[in-house]
């Protein structure tokens, strides 16, 4: 208040009180309250405006580095690529066979065995491969090798699913099958291991769920799974699966910000990707789905949770 004692004269608070000595005093101390309110709604405001400000340099921002990211990423593509391009055949002389020199009058002419003929080389190698000889390993090929070599979640091909029914595996009472819709022409399969139990088959079906559509289809017990549903679980006894954010529909594909690569059309069981990923897909202390701090994200949508479990592993 001693900032707002400054706004009035003196001699307007001794008329004040002249006028009116029982309430004049209640005046004053009303019209200070009503001018200390004005100047911090004023600063209020103000202080709206700027943080509006900020968000929209910051938004702005963040378009700019996703922009430069593309670019460098599309320059270390091309970069790579550069040193495994073909290059053009030497070229070939003419004259099928090489110039002899004629040797000087007199001198001996050397004897120039004769050529091994092809079988005799091929009775070589046979000879070779019964004494245990090791063959040569196939050239692998340069770009092939540069594609393997990225491994992060990009990789993976997650999509929301819709699960439309669930039933208790004929074999096993620890699993249950699935019908999942993902926006394809049929339903997909899906074996996981959420229990043979009855409240829990009626509790799933009918939600929105987080594929990872492009393992290879394998049988379990006798029923071909052909995607794997995601949960977390900080134990062995609870476990709930991801939930996509609000709106989203079958289909919708989930990425990664900080990781903007294409899926593999299928990830090769021998390459074990999602084994060397899955240590570090993890739900956070606020409860997110995240790669390395990056978040699941359905892109216009929103970021995939946990219903309520934190700081706790994706599996």
């Given at each position: 208040?001693?900032?707002?004692?400054?706004?009035?004269?003196?001699?307007?608070?001794?008329?004040?009180?002249?006028?009116?000595?029982?309430?004049g005093?209640?005046?004053?101390?009303?019209?200070?309250?009503?001018?200390?309110?004005?100047?911090?709604?004023?600063?209020?405001?103000?202080?709206?405006?700027?943080?509006k400000?900020?968000?929209?340099?910051?938004a702005k921002?963040?378009?700019?580095?996703e922009?430069?990211?593309?670019?460098?990423?599309?320059?270390?593509?091309?970069?790579?690529?550069?040193?495994f391009?073909?290059q053009?055949?030497?070229?070939?002389?003419?004259?099928?066979?090489?110039?002899?020199p004629?040797?000087?009058?007199?001198?001996?002419?050397?004897?120039?065995?004769?050529?091994?003929?092809?079988?005799?080389?091929g009775?070589?190698?046979?000879?070779?491969?019964?004494?245990?000889?090791?063959?040569?390993?196939?050239?692998?090929?340069?770009l092939?090798?540069g594609?393997?070599?990225?491994i992060?979640?990009s990789?993976?091909?997650?999509?929301?699913?819709?699960?439309?029914?669930?039933?208790?595996?004929?074999?096993?009472?620890?699993?249950?099958?699935?019908?999942?819709?993902v926006?394809?022409?049929?339903?997909?399969?899906?074996?996981s291991?959420?229990?043979g139990?009855?409240?829990?088959?009626?509790?799933?079906?009918?939600?929105?769920?987080?594929l990872?559509?492009?393992?290879?289809p394998?049988k379990?017990?006798?029923v071909?799974s052909?995607a794997?549903?995601?949960?977390?679980?900080a134990?062995?006894?609870?476990?709930?699966?991801?939930l996509?954010?609000?709106?989203?529909?079958?289909?919708?594909r989930?990425?990664?910000?900080?990781y903007?690569?294409e899926?593999?059309?299928?990830?090769?069981?021998?390459?074990?990707?999602?084994?060397l990923?899955?240590?570090?897909?993890?739900?956070?202390?606020?409860?997110?789905?995240?790669?390395?701090g990056?978040?699941?994200?359905?892109?216009?949508?929103?970021?995939?949770?946990a219903?309520?479990?934190m700081?706790?592993?994706?599996?």
């Amino acid at each position: 208040m001693d900032d707002v004692d400054t706004l009035f004269n003196p001699s307007l608070a001794a008329a004040l009180k002249k006028l009116d000595p029982e309430d004049g005093e209640q005046i004053l101390e009303y019209f200070k309250t009503h001018a200390l309110m004005s100047r911090e709604k004023a600063l209020l405001q103000s202080s709206v405006r700027e943080q509006k400000k900020l968000l929209v340099e910051n938004a702005k921002l963040k378009k700019d580095i996703e922009q430069l990211r593309v670019q460098l990423q599309d320059k270390q593509k091309r970069r790579s690529a550069k040193p495994f391009h073909s290059q053009a055949p030497p070229p070939q002389s003419f004259s099928s066979t090489p110039a002899t020199p004629i040797p000087p009058a007199g001198a001996a002419v050397p004897e120039t065995p004769p050529p091994a003929s092809p079988s005799h080389e091929g009775r070589e190698r046979q000879t070779r491969r019964k004494r245990g000889g090791r063959k040569a390993p196939p050239i692998s090929d340069p770009l092939a090798l540069g594609a393997e070599s990225r491994i992060d979640a990009s990789r993976l091909d997650l999509r929301v699913g819709k699960i439309l029914g669930s039933r208790r595996h004929p074999l096993s009472e620890a699993m249950s099958v699935q019908e999942v819709d993902v926006g394809e022409n049929s339903p997909r399969v899906v074996v996981s291991r959420l229990g043979g139990k009855s409240d829990v088959n009626q509790e799933v079906r009918g939600s929105l769920a987080v594929l990872l559509c492009n393992v290879k289809p394998s049988k379990i017990r006798g029923v071909v799974s052909q995607a794997r549903l995601l949960s977390c679980s900080a134990s062995d006894d609870h476990a709930e699966l991801l939930l996509p954010p609000a709106g989203s529909a079958p289909g919708d594909r989930i990425t990664f910000l900080n990781y903007p690569g294409e899926p593999d059309r299928e990830l090769q069981s021998k390459l074990k990707i999602w084994e060397l990923l899955q240590p570090d897909l993890q739900v956070d202390s606020r409860g997110v789905a995240n790669y390395k701090g990056s978040g699941f994200e359905v892109k216009g949508k929103g970021l995939c949770r946990a219903p309520s479990l934190m700081n706790c592993p994706i599996r």
